[in-house]
């Protein structure tokens, strides 16, 4: 319970400073005081450089999908070799990232919910266990919880569609069935239809300057 109460308190402060709610407790805190954490965060702050700007940008997007900064540098770099724009390729690779796909579905409350639920072996693609919150979903797969954990208390309020009261509307990629606690990816998340914050271009822009 401290360790969950501490994390909790670090998404609170890592949403003030990023301007941007990491989690339903943070929304909260963050609709209170809509400004930085500490003593000068009510203070008008001065112009950001660019680089300021597209780093911000990238700790923003890197912090809504709660990953590692090697993470989010690989999905950049395989962005970057599809077609079409790098950006939105980026999105749609973090996107169909299995643990971000189990709390856009409503199955965990937050990211870091959804993350144990996949590495304790609770979640199913296709009938296969899958332990690794990195997997790669793809269109036309399903995603559901193993039958012995669908009767876990969290999983429990989860089929009750509890958490979908404090998520995003789920978006029009994944066909839910929440009472059964099953998903499907229908077809490649679309940019607009991504429930995140982000000007992805600037991320891009980002990495690009680093390289």
Known sequence: M?????????????????GIALTPKAEKYFERRPYAPGEHGRARRKSDSDYK?????????????????????????????????????????????????VLRAGF????????????????????????????????????????????MVPFQVAATGAHQDVLPDTPGYLDVAIDRLQATLT???????????????LVVEYYARMA
């Open 108 to 151: 965990a409350r937050t990211m870091a919910q959804a993350r144990q639920a996949v590495v304790h072996r609770h979640i199913m693609v296709d009938g296969q266990r899958v332990d690794r919150p990195s997997f790669r979903v793809r269109p036309g797969q399903m995603i559901h919880v193993v039958p012995r954990s669908e009767k």
């Open 187 to 201: 077809r490649k998340p679309e940019r607009s239809a991504v429930p995140v914050t982000c000007e992805e271009q």
């Open 53 to 101: 700007v597209r780093l911000t940008e990238k700790q923003r997007l890197r912090a809504q999908y709660d990953i590692r900064e090697k993470q989010m540098h690989r999905a950049y770099v395989e962005a970057k070799r599809q077609d079409g724009q790098t950006g939105e390729n980026l999105i749609a690779l973090l996107e169909t990232r299995l643990d971000a796909l």
């Open 2 to 18: 401290a360790n969950n109460a501490l994390r909790a308190r670090r998404q609170v402060r890592k949403s003030r400073a990023l």
